[in-house]
């Protein structure tokens, strides 16, 4: 029997002092979670640092990223024993739920501008018609 991969989320605390350091920690998750067969969906890495709540292995400020990928169950062990890094201050990796990205507002703005009649005309009809003249 076959397993299907299902979708997951990684949200990371790391420290880097360089931006290509962020760059090769980075690149170091992606790689850990390709060379499983998984496949990035969405990335996305702080520019500025974050002030942390609470001490992280002795560290106030971090920076944080986030991956969502698909991978096989069966590989989300073998993902977290490798990104053990002395650099990566903690990982939580989730099972994300299939959502539809949200519309905007100004596409729902466009959507209820589109079905109003456009010509004067129309409109006074209209307005005819509920006024009742």
Known sequence: MTQESKL?????????????????????????????????????????????????QKKREAFLGCFKFLLLPLEIASLKNSLQNAQILRFEIVKSAKTEPERSASARKIKKTAETPANPEE??????EILGK
């Open 123 to 128: 409109i006074d009809k209209k307005l005819e």
């Open 8 to 56: 997951y989320e990684i949200s990371f605390f790391f420290e880097s002092e360089a931006d290509e350091d962020r760059e090769k920690i980075a690149s170091a998750i992606r790689k850990e979670i390709e060379d499983r067969k998984g496949m990035i969906l969405e990335e996305r890495i702080s520019s500025r640092k974050l002030r942390l709540g609470y001490l992280i």
